[in-house]
């Protein structure tokens, strides 16, 4: 049975990809803020496979051993889906709370690689490493400078972690702009129906899961199978 950690998974992206997951018989290790919520995901995939839910921040490292120690003696895929939108609305750089900012990097850029240097010593041979990035970490959207910035961090971090492990397999997505609670936040008071659900990113990063994909950056609809 293998075994996928995936961070952020009470909701949108995380939720659609672990329910896939547990349909396909993976055992799962997942996470979140909110404990309830956690809590009737784990319900919901327990019915379905093997699951251990553990609430806490990605940010608090003894939250991070309990993720990893609870994966066990293997992990073959490691999603770092978890982030922070940070102020809603969002601020112009040049007002940004840098305090504030910190806390987005915090969580965006250096959570994610915290996990990943826990999870090495467990992480199978040629296992899949997937950080969910964005679009605005390659485009300079006015409004989007401090969730931007660090999605291009987290990019770079992802590019060098490739470099130095190709053992493994390690990308970042970008699923899309989804209708999700971080994206309603970033647009407070808009109607984002219009945007797709969460579960249309799915099978691309199912594509790359299953597949030989190189290490890399992804759009998830641009490797989807047709």
């Known amino acids: 049975m293998d075994t996928a950690l995936i961070t952020g ?7 659609a990809l672990a329910r896939e997951l547990a ?3 993976w055992r799962l290790v997942i996470d979140a803020r ?14 379905v496979t093997e699951v251990v839910a553990i609430p806490g921040d990605v940010a608090d490292p003894s939250h991070r051993r309990a993720l990893v120690a609870a994966a066990g003696s293997r992990i073959d895929l490691l999603v770092n889906n978890a982030s922070v939108l940070g102020p809603s609305p969002q601020p112009r750089l040049a007002d940004y709370p840098l305090d504030v900012l910190e806390q987005v ?8 690689l915290a996990l990943v240097q826990a999870a090495l010593p467990v992480l199978a041979p040629g296992a899949c490493v997937v950080n969910v ?57 808009e109607d984002i129906s219009d945007r797709q659900p969460p579960e249309a990113s799915v099978p691309g990063l199912l594509a790359i899961v299953y597949g030989d994909t190189p290490s ?4 998830a609809g641009a490797v989807a199978p047709a």
């Open 133 to 189: 990035t964005s679009d605005a970490a390659v485009e300079a959207y006015e409004g989007w400078g401090g969730y931007g910035s660090s999605k291009a961090a987290l990019e770079q971090v992802t590019r060098v972690l490739a470099a130095e492990h190709p053992e493994l397999r390690i990308v970042a997505v970008d699923p899309g702009d989804m209708n999700t609670q971080l994206h309603q936040e970033a647009f407070p008071g």
């Open 216 to 219: 890399g950056r992804y759009q």
């Open 9 to 15: 998974a009470s909701r949108g992206l995380g939720l």
């Open 23 to 25: 349909r396909r018989s």
């Open 105 to 112: 990097y915090r969580v965006n850029v250096l959570a994610p």
């Open 34 to 47: 909110g404990a309830d919520a956690l809590e009737a995901t784990r319900t919901e995939l327990a019915a």
